[in-house]
């Protein structure tokens, strides 16, 4: 088994390698790890290669540098193949506020990680899996990108913008046999979700996430939202309309408009 993650340091990303690591004990498993942080990946990297058929290879790097993609692509290539999977994990989540001009770096940087992260992630990927004869691309979008949330432009369109992009990518990637999964989550207790200061329905730890991630991905799903009880929230969400949004939205909460220290 041969999966490539990126937002590997923490959170989901982060989660999804232990899961691995555990799922596929009793067979060799190899992980590239890419994320900014080269001190969590290097603990991570240390805690899974405790299980002697593990073997991670990191990649510090961040999703908007193309170049740096492509060269980590090219180094798991060239010493382990091509990858199974590769799952588009990096993400981030503020408050912005389109009023504000110093939000204008904050809409930026989420679109660049979260959308062209996931095409720089994918890219340099392609072409070996098509050599190969499949493999499977998944990406990780969210349930905020199925209707507009107030204070949070930027990570409702970026989401949406994932949503729609990953389906045109199955439907051009299935005559080479890549799959395309596509995970919305809910609300995952993740340091993302730590500075929210309102109520998160459905709340659910990371290691038990990702176990159900993997799960999906095994069965090569298209989309699906998990958990599944934000699963029938999309659903809903999608056909409520425009008007009614309006006065539902009226008094959500916000997220916190906080600082970022890569911006």
Request: aromatic letters at 8%.
């Amino acid at each position: 088994m041969k999966v490539f993650i990126t937002g590997a340091s923490s959170g989901i990303g982060a989660a999804l390698a232990s899961a691995y690591a555990t799922r596929y004990e009793n067979e060799e498993v190899i992980l590239g790890l890419a994320a900014r942080r080269s001190e969590h990946l290097q603990k991570l990297k240390i805690q899974l290669e405790k299980t002697p058929q593990i073997r991670c290879r990191l990649y510090p790097l961040d999703v908007r540098d193309q170049s740096a993609l492509t060269q980590a692509a090219s180094d798991f290539i060239q010493h382990h193949g091509a990858p199974d999977t590769v799952i588009a994990c990096a993400g981030v989540s503020r408050g912005t506020l389109t009023e504000h001009q110093e939000d204008i770096a904050a809409f930026q940087a989420v679109m660049d990680i979260n959308v062209m992260g996931m095409v720089h992630t994918f890219q340099p990927f392609i072409s070996t899996m098509r050599a190969k004869g499949g493999g499977q691309l998944v990406g990780i979008a969210s349930v905020a990108g199925v209707r507009g949330l107030p204070g949070a432009g930027a990570y409702s369109a970026s989401k949406a913008a994932a949503i729609s992009y990953l389906e045109s990518l199955r439907v051009e990637m299935a005559p080479c046999n890549i799959s395309v999964t596509t995970i919305a989550p809910g609300y995952i207790r993740t340091p993302m979700t730590d500075v929210n200061t309102y109520k998160m329905p459905f709340l659910m730890d990371a290691n038990v996430a990702a176990i159900k991630f993997i799960k999906a991905i095994e069965g090569k799903r298209r989309f699906v939202v998990i958990p599944w009880q934000m699963g029938w929230l999309a659903r809903l969400m999608k056909f409520i309309p425009p008007v009614v949004w309006d006065w539902a939205m009226k008094k959500a909460p916000y997220k916190p408009r906080l600082d970022w220290d890569w911006l």
